[in-house]
């Protein structure tokens, strides 16, 4: 499956998908990288992994619409079948997203639905959660919603800062992200009535979908 990743900045979970597509019997490819902001990080591994990427800025364009429009034409270009958004920190509009509808996923640092939007993990140790995550979801028109593909479960230490808390959720993004990309790239996560239904999981995908990643 040919995979487009829209990024805005340091591209951690970029990298970990570019590892993943790297494997051996990996079921996806990744045939562009686009930020909408220049000068990242994200860029720097791209053109380190030999991967074609471009920055679209949407500082260029008068408003939304002709933002979406670009990256919509530069996505089919690429011959994009998959977009994986991975800090991305752009709203798109409810026509990309419908065009897109089941083929775009992304990936968001909390345990969805709970902690939507920005400011993460301020908002969650202010909560008191004991328990926060991430989740990689199939995009909808409302922010950070949509069909669940995994999720991962981190705990949420008394003495954590949203930085400290940040880094750990991190590390699960980055298992997380590949996993999930595997089982829609093979078929195994599919949408069905607004619910992510799974089939022919072995026992390496299993587990690590319905609980924490190993
Ligand atoms: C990640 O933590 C990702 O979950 C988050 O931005 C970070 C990007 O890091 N995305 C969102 O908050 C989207 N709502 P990265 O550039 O190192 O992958």
């Known amino acids: 499956m040919k995979v487009g990743v829209l990024i805005s900045g340091r591209g951690s979970n970029l990298q970990a998908l570019i590892d993943a597509c790297a494997e051996a019997d990996f079921p996806a490819e990744i045939v562009t990288?686009?930020?909408?902001?220049?000068?990242?990080?994200?860029?720097?591994?791209?053109?380190?992994?030999?991967?074609?990427?471009?920055?679209?800025?949407?500082?260029?364009?008068?408003?939304?619409?002709?933002?979406?429009?670009?990256?919509?034409?530069?996505?089919?270009a690429a011959g994009?079948?998959?977009?994986?958004?991975?800090?991305?920190?752009?709203?798109?509009?409810?026509?990309?997203?419908?065009?897109?509808?089941?083929?775009?996923?992304?990936?968001?640092?909390?345990?969805?639905?709970s902690f939507k939007g920005l400011h993460v993990h301020e908002r969650s140790i202010e909560a008191g959660v004991r328990i926060s995550g991430c989740t990689v979801h199939f995009v909808r028109a409302e922010m950070d919603d949509g069909p669940i593909v995994a999720q991962a479960a981190v705990p949420v230490h008394s003495d954590d800062t949203a930085s400290t808390l940040a880094a750990r959720i991190l590390v699960a993004e980055h298992k997380i992200y590949p996993l999930a990309l595997k089982l829609v790239a093979e078929g195994k996560a599919r949408v069905v009535g607004e619910k992510v239904v799974f089939s022919g999981l072995d026992e390496t995908e299993e587990a690590p979908v319905l609980s924490h990643p190993q």
């Open 33 to 76: 990288v686009i930020s909408n902001r220049p000068n990242v990080g994200g860029l720097e591994l791209a053109e380190a992994a030999g991967i074609p990427h471009q920055v679209i800025n949407h500082k260029d364009f008068e408003d939304r619409e002709s933002f979406d429009g670009a990256l919509d034409e530069a996505l089919q």
């Open 80 to 113: 994009v079948e998959l977009i994986c958004s991975a800090g991305f920190m752009r709203i798109l509009t409810d026509g990309f997203v419908e065009k897109w509808r089941n083929k775009q996923l992304n990936i968001h640092p909390s345990l969805l639905p």
